[in-house]
């Protein structure tokens, strides 16, 4: 995909990713296939429980992507349209499952677009099976030993046991 201007067109998908989940990854083969270089940007989420240090997370998403070759993964700090501008992104991907996220999901993108009109978020929707998974579900399924399978990648599943046991 390029602009006017063919200049590749650099894509962020940011998000707390704790940890990934089929869900995501399904909209990460989604973005890679439209956008010319996908970042996925893990945020430390401060305000979360989060269950995985963002480290971790990183390991995580470079093991379930790797050898997609317009995709990489990295950490940022602060404001994501900083970060974006940054890396020269046009884009930030941001997935919608349902009309509950929409909300929240809007008011992230107006408040962004405020802070860099330059960039736009685009917004895609993950297939129908993924529609209700969701990494607060499996940190808390993972928590109470439910059934975790098929809702991550087997080395997740692996992690998210180790963690909980
Ligand atoms: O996976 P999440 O938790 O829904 O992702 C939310 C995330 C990380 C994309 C959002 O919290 C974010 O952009 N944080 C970085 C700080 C920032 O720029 N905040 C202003 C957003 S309007």
Same mark, same amino acid.
């Given at each position: 995909?390029t602009?006017?201007?063919?200049k ?39 305000d ?5 240090p ?12 790797f ?5 990489e #993964?990295? !950490?940022?700090? *602060?404001?994501?349209?900083? /970060?974006?501008? =940054?890396?020269?992104? $046009?884009?930030?991907? +941001? ?25 736009e978020? #685009?917004? !895609?929707?993950? *297939?129908?099976?993924?529609? /209700?998974?969701? =990494?607060?579900?499996? $940190?808390?399924?993972? +928590? ?22």
């Open positions: 995909m602009f006017e201007n063919n590749a067109v650099v894509a962020v998908y940011p998000g707390s990713f704790d940890p990934v989940t089929y869900g995501h990854l399904d909209l990460i083969a989604r973005g890679a296939m439209i956008f010319d270089r996908l970042i996925v940007a893990v945020a430390p989420n401060l979360k429980d989060a269950l995985f963002a480290k971790e997370r990183v390991e995580m998403l470079e093991a379930v992507t050898g997609r070759k317009n995709v #993964v990295d !950490m940022f700090d *602060g404001l994501l349209m900083e /970060y974006a501008r =940054s890396k020269g992104a $046009r884009v930030v991907l +941001r997935g919608i499952r349902a009309v509950s996220d929409y909300e929240y999901e809007l008011q992230m993108a107006m408040m962004n677009r405020k802070i860099e009109p330059g960039i978020t #685009v917004f !895609m929707m993950p *297939g129908e099976a993924y529609s /209700y998974v969701s =990494s607060r579900l499996v $940190r808390e399924l993972a +928590r109470l030993h439910g059934p975790i399978q098929g809702l991550v990648p087997p080395i997740v599943e692996e992690r998210l046991r180790a963690k909980v046991s």
